[in-house]
């Protein structure tokens, strides 16, 4: 059974820094597709980052040079580096594995940023 898991996120100031890290199991995360999603009150699901098996990234403009995905295949862990948030960043943060016959998503992490 595949499980992703969010953790990381909390209350940070503007311009402040956050780490997510999304755990798996039940698969080889070096194999998916891994996305970061955010979902802001109202709004609708917008996707934010994605590492692919290769190793390559793309980026939701809004958040370019500023946040960065990466994996550690030892760890079977992605992680999303935010830096310089923002309020307009505040929302759940979700991960999701996206493969052969594998559509996962964790149960998402909060993300406030507030002075």
């Known amino acids: 059974q595949v499980q992703v898991v969010e953790s990381g996120g909390g209350v940070v100031q503007p311009g402040g820094s956050l780490r997510l890290s999304c755990t798996t199991s039940?698969?080889?995360?070096?194999?998916?597709?891994l996305e970061w999603y955010r979902q802001a009150p109202g709004q609708q699901r917008d996707l934010v980052a994605s590492?692919?098996?290769?190793?390559?990234?793309n980026y939701a403009d809004s958040v370019k040079g500023r946040f960065t995905i990466s994996r550690s295949n030892a760890k079977n862990t992605v992680y999303l580096q935010m830096n310089n948030l923002q309020p307009e960043d505040t929302a759940v943060y979700y991960c999701?594995?996206?493969?052969?016959?594998?559509?996962?998503w964790g149960q998402g992490t909060q993300v406030t940023v507030s002075s």
């Open positions: 590492i692919t098996p290769g190793g390559g990234t």
């Open positions: 039940g698969i080889i995360v070096s194999m998916y597709n």
């Open positions: 999701r594995a996206l493969g052969l016959r594998i559509n996962a």
